[in-house]
């Protein structure tokens, strides 16, 4: 509560119009969610399913530096089995939603963004009940639109409806996310992206697309937010 009070009280002092950004578009894996070991738990088992490559420990550090669609490719998955490999995955993951958490900082940093007057869209590839049920209610309830089961190729579209929906120039909105899709996505639109380093993709991947700036943990995100970080 008392963050919450500090993030609108500064809002208050430097007023709505001067705000940095006024929207800001999560990721959920890798950005909000810890899920990155659940899926490396599942890895095997989806491979011998849907008859893919398996990844081996010493190849997991290589792929972090990969594109997304470098990963699959190496993993020589042909394109049309993604959208069923994507909605096996989801159902798995509804059952078994208790395995994963939030990264720390996380619902303070949803919680304060709101108190500060700052809307929120999430645009995930995962499921929408997969998101909320991880989120939780208090959590979830925080965030105005919600883009899931975004293609793994893209999620320029997503951020699309998410920006005609807002009604705000594209200058107001920032993308915040952990992949290479992430900022690939908010250029094809038009709005800044920034990397977080606590997800999946390794620093130097994401830093050589130049987003606006990587935030090493969630606290640093509210003052960039706002405009008036150190």
């Known amino acids: 509560m008392a963050r919450g009070r500090a993030a609108a009280d500064a809002v208050a002092a430097i007023g709505v119009k001067r705000l ?65 490999i994507a909605r096996h995955l989801h159902r798995r993951l509804a059952a078994e939603t208790h395995k994963i958490a939030l990264f720390d900082g996380v619902s303070t940093l949803l919680a304060d963004l709101r108190a500060a007057g700052i809307r929120i869209a999430l645009v995930t590839s995962n499921a929408e009940h997969n998101a909320r049920t991880i989120l939780g209610e208090e959590n979830a309830r925080h965030i ?27 200058s107001a909105i920032l993308s915040i996310g952990d992949e290479t899709r992430d900022l690939t996505a908010a250029r094809k639109v038009g709005v800044d992206g920034a990397a977080v380093l606590w997800g999946y993709a390794n620093r130097d991947i994401l830093t050589a697309l130049n987003p606006v700036t990587a935030f090493e943990t969630p606290a640093e995100v509210l003052p960039f937010v706002l405009g008036h970080e150190a």
Do not use: M
Not at 62 to 74: P, Q
Not at 144 to 170: D, M, N, T
């Open 20 to 84: 940095r950004y006024q929207l800001v578009i999560l990721d959920f894996d890798g950005t909000l969610a810890d899920s990155g070991d659940w899926f490396l738990s599942i890895a095997d088992d989806l491979a011998n399913r849907f008859r893919f490559r398996r990844v081996a420990p010493d190849e997991v550090e290589g792929l972090r530096g990969r594109t997304t669609r470098e990963v699959i490719k190496h993993l020589g998955i042909p394109r049309w089995k993604l959208p069923i």
């Open 144 to 170: 105005e639109q919600w883009e899931c089961g975004a293609s793994l190729f893209g999620k320029a579209p997503r951020f699309r409806r998410v920006i005609r929906r807002a009604r705000l120039p594209h």
